[in-house]
């Protein structure tokens, strides 16, 4: 735990975050906006005291009322992780500014959020599915994405149960219970 | 001559006529003549996609030049290391661009991790890269302790890094043998086969399995040491250094092998960081970051190993470096086993685990980068969101970045190099 | 099936076996016996004078003998040929290659030829079909047509060209041509790259191979083949490669390329370009391939074991009697020679399968028993049988010599396959042109200037 990242990070990005620094075991975590990712990126990377060079994640994550996108940084100035949760993404058009302005490595890391997730970034050169197949029309890790409505709304028509006739179930509308996460 | 009755006739299949069998039904077949026109078959086997492109590297990537053609590396490749799609571009032997395809091997770990308790997670985790099973496990567990803030004994610690080490051994014995195998040498990768298959039995007697170990658990690991393990382990280190050298000297001191690989893939320091890539590959490009030094997990900080770093960043440095790595590990094999101290493997744990609301990140260095889980706990005993962050992933996106310049043979040296394993990537 | 067929067919369909076999046996017999009276009338009547017209003719006769026992003999080397690839590469990877069909796994290549002829015979869509079939046997013959210049021992060659050894190059360039076919007509850019990286590599390889040679034939005088195995007999001190050292390495390097063999596998290098030229190929028409390029390593093993090593000609010359005890081998002819042999094979097991039995064999079954005894007969009788042979007559002396010889390059080539790794296709074309042909070239300069000097 380092108490002087902490106040290294207030210094430096003061007016973005959006909530107090949380500490604890040996990962800081700090919560900004969607438009704010440029500039704290290019922030934590230039700034000579905290250089984190190193980009070692890009998460997507559905708490079920928004979606984050949580970036994980490293740098040689400090012995904590830096977690970056980009908090209020909203469900309906999920939009973020891309990294790959920074780290190219970025550009399939968020690939695989919009493949995950459907969060579009912008900036990205190659937003494109990347494991579903490119004519694949749903989210799969979102907290909404029911297995079995995907697949009666696939071409395939539902899932065939070996054992009884095959029902097609007509497209259902997918109010099935929402997992919301008490953790915001 | 006197004639036996005939056995019983089974109704015979060419006894109906052609007339009184049922038509056969009009099949649309690429093979028809009728159906088919020259320019149609001539685009018919591009690996072009069949929609208008997206993106604007896809409208880059899919647009020929003047002389060039693609070439699909297909997922049925002898030597993708799994099910991987290249898509070249090529003009003549030169690759002007790659776009790797992936997908093939995605099974939804993550998703499938949602609905599993924290037990089952670790179970469900192990198939990611399978050959270094153990190593996807770590941080999943170390995450979940972060999230429940459990203690683990060290006697377990130093069982998780003794297993470890064992596996990131094999691990780097198998990349061996098939670097060699994808540029046509037929015999190190048995002999690779037959080092792998000494750890891993031991492996087997210490977790009971030969591949997929499900051994860590949260708060230590499942089993003790046992006779069988240490009898076997003390076999194998009486000869593994002398083991490991004449291994490699099959390959280091071939000419054509060298020849291969020195300048091939060259991956320089600034790309390295700017891709994420870590490991082997970013040591072999100089940035001397190993995980266990920068950001120590576990005992790592008691145990004494050096991090072999190189400058050149070509095929052959990464190969090198892995040598080198073998040693280090050999080293802290010793170190573990001379200092094992004695107490429980496992952590005072309820049954039902219901860690309380929060978000963990664990990484380790894997035998090919590093390896990380970010968990988030709702308080229940499932998971709310379990993100795997695969090592090979970023190492194959430095594939484009590479390969555009070299020749087609490099194709099989540079991925071969960087040590991907498409269980990994896919999820 | 056409309507004629229908009738008879069902009548067929109807029978039990006894009952076909009955059938044919009624059909056939009369028909052999009337084709056996027929063909006795025959040769009664044309008999003489078709054995005086081959008799006039007797290097046409001979020619066509030796041509019959080329192709018929091919197919068996590579069968031994591709069986030794496997155990051998299985024994150098600690593995022990294939043990269950037949003994020791022998009968593997004969299963795989079988295989390989029971496949279905299609071809992809858009090939080029007339060119698809011919590439295969293009390749095939062009390899085979080599073997009629290579004297296998004294008096055992198929012609003695005074110009044999370029009639070899020419036939072996001929291959170029089969790979480039193969490569362009299979619908396939894997082929098409195998192809044309095939027709690059033996081109360029061609010309170190020729100009290492060249020195040889300066040497001898003579382009036959013959005549080159003949300047080396003597004592192995006359044989080329202590005269031509660096032109048999040339050789030797060149060689292996020429036959697609690793370190020169670019053209099949199946973890980049799965089977390169031969990708779209299966059944017979890859058995073709398969064939090809074993007879070709088989071919130049020969050539080299010719060229450089003294053919058939023995390393030392021992004083064989001339005749055993007076004794003239050759009386016995061919069918009593035959007589000789089968008597042996025969009686042998015969007289030695109770002894087996008897000494303890009692716990196996009568096949095994006298699988026992044949194959004790084999060795020790065939062992004997070959010993007297070999002092006997020469030209199993030098036959025995010259496929010594050559498998000792065939297992060169074998050892070479399971050590070393790929050579890219850029340094494969630069090693060529920048290194074995100012070689090759140095060589010539080399020995012409030795020549003259020491003729003066």
């Known amino acids: 735990m380092d108490r002087t990242l902490k106040t290294r990070l207030e210094a430096r990005l003061g007016g973005h975050l959006r909530a107090p620094v949380y500490q604890r075991h040996d990962e800081t975590e700090i919560r900004i906006d969607p438009g704010s990712v440029p500039e704290v990126l290019q922030t934590l990377h230039d700034t000579l005291d905290l250089r984190f060079e190193i980009l070692a994640d890009l998460a997507g994550v559905d708490t079920g009322e928004v979606m984050q996108v949580v970036y994980h940084l490293w740098s040689p100035m400090t012995t904590d992780w830096l977690r970056i949760v980009v908090d209020g993404i909203s469900r309906d058009d999920p939009r973020v500014p891309s990294a790959t302005f920074l780290w190219t490595g970025a550009e399939w890391l968020e690939r695989e959020a919009y493949d995950m997730f459907g969060i579009v970034f912008e900036g990205n050169r190659d937003l494109r599915r990347i494991f579903m197949p490119p004519d694949y029309t749903s989210f799969p890790l979102r907290k909404d994405f029911l297995l079995p409505d995907d697949a009666a709304r696939s071409p395939g028509a539902g899932v065939r149960h070996v054992e009884k006739p095959h029902v097609t179930v007509p497209p259902a509308e997918p109010a099935t219970a929402i997992r919301r996460a008490p953790v915001s | ?427 | ?456």
Request: charge should be neutral; hydrophobic fraction near 50%.
């Open chain 3, 1 to 456: 099936m056409s309507q004629a067929f229908r009738l008879p067919f069902r009548i067929w369909a109807s029978l039990t076996i006894r009952d076909r076999l009955g059938l044919l046996a009624l059909v056939m017999i009369p028909g052999v016996l009337g084709g056996a009276f027929v063909t006795a009338i025959g040769i009664a009547v044309l008999g003489p004078s078709v054995l005086d017209f081959l008799a006039a003719n007797l290097p046409l006769v001979r020619f066509f003998v030796a041509a019959t026992a080329i192709l018929l003999l091919t197919v068996p080397t590579a069968f031994v040929l591709i069986y030794l690839e496997l155990k051998v590469i299985a024994r150098m990877n600690l593995r022990v290659g294939p043990n269950r069909v037949g003994p020791l796994g022998a009968a593997m290549s004969v299963i795989h030829g079988l295989k390989v002829l029971s496949k279905e015979d299609f071809s992809p869509s858009g090939v080029d079909v007339t060119v698809f079939t011919l590439a295969p046997v293009v390749t095939f013959l062009a390899s085979v047509m080599t073997l009629l210049v290579i004297p296998f021992a004294p008096g055992i060659y198929g012609q003695d060209f005074n110009i044999g050894l370029l009639y070899f190059f020419a036939m072996g360039g001929l291959t170029v041509l089969g790979l480039l076919m193969a490569g362009w007509s299979s619908f396939n850019k894997y082929s098409l790259l195998g192809g044309l990286r095939s027709a690059a590599q033996i081109v360029s390889y061609e010309i170190p191979l020729t100009l290492s040679v060249v020195g040889v034939i300066i040497l001898t005088n003579t382009m036959s083949l013959n005549g080159i195995v003949a300047a080396q007999s003597g004592s192995i001190f006359d044989w080329f490669v202590f005269k031509q050292p660096l032109a048999a390495l040339i050789f030797f390097i060149a060689a292996t390329a020429e036959a697609n063999r690793t370190p020169f596998d670019m053209t099949e290098a199946d973890s980049e370009i799965v089977a390169g030229f031969a990708t779209e190929y299966s059944g017979m028409r890859f058995g073709f391939f398969f064939f090809a390029e074993y007879v070709n390593v088989f071919i130049v093993s020969a050539l080299c074991a010719t060229l450089f090593f003294g053919g058939w000609t023995a390393p030392f010359n021992w004083p064989w009697p001339a005749t055993l005890n007076g004794f003239d081998p050759y009386s016995l002819g061919v069918l009593g020679w035959t007589a000789i042999v089968l008597v042996l094979i025969v009686g042998g097991t015969e007289v030695l399968a109770p002894l087996i039995r008897l000494a303890g064999g009692r716990s196996w079954d009568m096949s095994s028993t006298i699988w026992m005894a044949f194959a004790v007969t084999i060795v020790i009788g065939l062992g004997a049988l070959g010993a007297l042979g070999f002092v006997a007559f020469g030209w199993l002396r030098g036959l025995v010599w010259f496929m010594a010889k050559t498998y000792f390059f065939v297992i060169t080539f074998v050892w070479m396959r399971a050590t070393l790794p790929r050579i890219r296709v850029d340094q494969l074309m630069g090693f060529a042109w920048k290194w074995l042909l100012p070689a090759s070239l140095l060589n010539l300069f080399v020995t012409a200037t030795a020549v003259i000097i020491l003729n003066r």
């Open chain 2, 1 to 427: 001559m006197p004639t036996r009755p005939s056995a019983p006739r089974r109704p015979n299949a060419r006894a109906t006529s052609r007339a009184e069998r049922p038509a056969p039904e009009p099949v649309a077949s690429a093979d028809d003549p009728r159906i088919m026109l020259d320019r149609q078959l001539g685009t018919l086997y591009e690996p072009i996609p069949p929609y208008p492109t997206r993106t604007e590297r896809e409208g880059e990537f899919y647009s020929l030049g003047d002389g060039e053609m693609f070439l699909n590396l297909g997922p049925h490749h002898p030597a993708t290391h799994g099910v991987l799609r290249l898509v070249l571009k090529l003009s003549g032997e030169q690759i002007v661009d790659v776009d790797p395809v992936l997908g093939y091997l995605h099974r939804g770990v993550e998703k499938i991790c949602e609905n599993s308790d924290y037990y089952h997670v670790i179970d469900q985790v192990d198939p990611l890269e399978y050959i270094s099973s153990l190593f996807q496990e770590w941080p999943a567990v170390l995450a979940f302790e972060k999230l429940m803030d459990v203690q683990v004994p060290r006697r377990a610690e130093y069982i998780r890094v003794l297993s470890g080490e064992l596996l990131r051994i094999a691990s780097h014995t198998l990349f061996m043998g098939f670097l060699a195998l994808d540029l046509g040498g037929l015999t190190p990768i048995l002999y690779s086969f037959i080092e792998r298959d000494e750890i891993v039995e031991m492996l087997a007697a210490l977790t009971g399995a030969r591949m997929l170990f499900n051994y860590y658990r949260i708060g230590g690991v499942n089993g003790d040491l046992n006779h069988e393990f240490m009898s076997r382990l003390g076999d194998w280190m009486s000869r593994a250094g002398k083991q490991a050298e004449a291994n490699t000297a099959l390959i280091n001191e071939n000419e054509i092998f060298v020849r291969r690989t020195r300048g091939a893939g060259v991956l320089d320091r600034a790309t390295a960081l700017r891709f994420g890539v870590t490991g082997g590959n970013l040591r072999a490009s100089g940035v001397p970051f190993d995980l266990r030094r920068a950001h120590p997990y576990s005992v790592y900080p008691e145990l004494e190993f050096n991090i072999p770093t190189r400058d050149e960043g070509d095929s052959l440095a990464r190969y090198l470096i892995r040598v080198d790595e073998i040693r280090e590990s050999i080293r802290i094999i010793d170190q573990c086993l001379n200092n094992m101290p004695d107490g429980p493997i496992m952590a005072k744990l309820p049954r039902l685990l219901r860690p309380r609301p929060g978000r963990a990140w664990g990484a380790v260095e894997g035998p090919r980068g590093m390896q990380g889980v970010y968990a988030i706990s709702d308080g229940t005993d499932q998971p709310f969101r379990f993100r795997i962050h695969d090592p090979s992933f970023v190492n194959l996106q430095t594939v484009p970045a590479l390969l555009p310049g070299n020749l087609l043979a490099d194709t099989m040296a540079t991925v071969a190099s960087l040590d991907p394993v498409m269980g990994g990537i896919d999820k």
